[in-house]
């Protein structure tokens, strides 16, 4: 069981140059867990592809809806108290703070891309590499 952030699940749908190693990680644990954010997070990621014309609508709404049913059972409530204990410990945002939270409560690693959280939670977060690779 791991804890993937927004942008992982988005190398994942979206056939791009990460979508390789996207998919190792989740041939190495297929259990994947996020924070309710995750939806609006990969909405917004999808938006972009339509309106710059890399993804019709019809193949965003197909991906949005694989990946929401690929996450039945394991889309999560994050504590606030928990997010704004990460947020005031850091520099964070608090929408990272929400998968930190979530991973340190299952208490399973954070897999993401992005360099603020790695730098902040080094024990917890690992790059999709690093992730392949233990």
């Known amino acids: 069981m791991i804890v993937v952030d927004s942008n992982v699940v988005a190398y994942y749908w979206v056939n791009g140059p990460l979508t ?3 998919q190792r990680v989740q041939t190495k644990d297929s259990e994947w867990h996020v924070p309710i954010l995750w939806r609006s ?3 917004s990621i999808l938006t972009g592809y339509l309106r ?3 993804l019709s609508a019809g193949q965003i709404t197909r991906l949005m809806t694989s ?3 690929s996450f039945v059972g394991r889309e999560h409530i994050v504590s606030s108290d928990k997010v704004f204990q990460i947020a ?3 520099r964070l945002s608090a929408y990272n ?6 991973a340190s409560t299952l208490g399973v690693p954070l897999v993401t ?3 603020a959280v790695l730098k902040a939670f080094p ?3 690992l790059t999709m590499q690093q992730f392949v690779e233990r």
């Not at 703070?97 to 979530?102: G, N, Q, R």
């Open 67 to 69: 990946a929401e049913e």
């Open 41 to 43: 997070e990969m909405r």
């Open 52 to 54: 710059d014309g890399s």
């Open 88 to 90: 005031g410990e850091t």
């Open 123 to 125: 024990d917890r977060a």
């Open 20 to 22: 390789e190693i996207a």
């Open 113 to 115: 891309a992005d360099k």
């Open 97 to 102: 703070c929400e998968f930190v939270a979530l």
